[in-house]
């Protein structure tokens, strides 16, 4: 089995186009990177994998000139770097990040356009910025229309963009920061194509993800990191799934948690011919202490059908209850359905999930400020000891409630979004793609959050683009397709397989 252990930077590969030798970063009192060393060479896709807070993103931010490290160097062909977006751009280094840096309300072709307008007599040329748009998304994404307004694209088509506005710089090294995330499996095998023809072409690839399959797929090499430091150096044609998982997290995962049935619970929501603008006819039942899961294509109406459920977008027809004492009480507000004990966790926790800007303690606390109040006024110390308790219950690192939430990983984001709510006593939980961008350590603990959530009798509903986690996670499934919901699962009929052909015409 190819692993190398050594940060030496006599190992790094000859004739590199990217070298990192003996990288440190320390944020306040915390270190996230610690003497990391590695190389990439011209044409090699590597992958960079460690759980949430590892510091990969760190790393990657200081190769596209976004932080400065305390020690260490970067060379790009030998050159060394000089620590500015710019410095970088120049050295032809391009970073997608994990969190989408478009402009909404402009349109495709004007986000690839920015910051190198074509000019005609001193004037922006519409036509020459259309047409070099589309070739630039005809290799990227063929189809999708360049004079639509970002604002109004998926998150999927949105990331295909974001790699569109990387390739417009033609970089030498392509830093992908959890490029799949958002996408569907045809949209990632689209994008694996892509970059195995950049790869082809010389381009180096770095390629940051959490799904340990398409690292397998695409990528030759593996950097592992854990908690700042490189653990080792994989060649991955010698190497395996499970042994790259116990070097990211230093333990066997073991078999996922499975649940007894619970016939005849209660009701805890009920859907009837719910329609919006999306979604047509829907009618469903949850029951208390049931995981649904929600399967579909992106675009099926998945994410539309769960925000108008808990009132977040308006409906055209039918209604939605939750069961209070006796009665199934229709929800008319968002804010009633929080009061009924209804939480949603929506997919995008970067403009919705979460306030950038505050602390990790005051977006921990946010849904229970009313219950910390006195006389209007917030208790501090109950603030405090709560957000303390959310940090440590769902291990957020680093640690620290006074730090704005904007400097967590994703992963870490992630689960202050969840801890906000599961310590809340919930009647029905809503989760959209609750695990996107979350490592695979973290991931198998929040599908033991969400079952231990059911087992105190919540009723869990989880929209999910990955297969293996819907099926492992799920009492039954529905699967939805142009709005509709065209099969209910349970059982061994709970397959990728079945769940593919009932989501797709």
Known sequence: MAIEMTDAP???????????SFV????????ALEGVSMSVAPGEIRAIVGENGAGKSTLMRIVAGLETPDTGEVRVYGEALSFTPHASRLAGVALVHQELSLVPPLSVAENLALGHLPLRRG??????MLRSAREIMDRVHPGLDVEETVSRLSLAKRQFVEIAKALTQSPRILVLDEPTATLSLTEADELAVLVAGLAAEGMSVIFVSHRIGEIFGLCSTATVLKDGVKVADVTLASSSPDELVR?????DLGAPLIRPPRPGAPIALRVRNLSTDVVKDVSFELREGEILG????????????????????PLNHGDAGVREAEEIVPLRSYRQAIRLGVAFVPEDRHLEGLAMDLSVGDNAVAPSVGELSRFWFLARRARQRLASMIVKHYDVRPPTPDLPAS???GGNQQKVVLGKWLHRPLRVLILDEPTRGVDVAAKAQVHGLLKDAADKGTGVIVVSSDLPELISVSDR?????????TAELTGSQITEETVMRYATP
């Not at 529905?478 to 509709?484: E, K």
Request: some cysteine; proline content about 3%.
């Open 247 to 251: 070097l990211m997290v230093g333990r």
């Open 294 to 313: 929600i399967g579909g294509l992106v675009g099926a109406g998945r994410t539309e059908m769960v925000r108008a459920v808990c009132r977040l977008d």
């Open 24 to 31: 440190s970063k320390q944020f306040g009192g915390e270190q």
């Open 477 to 485: 499934v529905l699967v939805m397709r142009d709005g509709r919901v």
């Open 123 to 128: 004037l922006v040329s519409r036509r020459a």
């Open 10 to 20: 006599e190992s790094l590969a000859p004739n590199p186009s990217l070298s990192i």
């Open 407 to 409: 400097k967590l990983s």
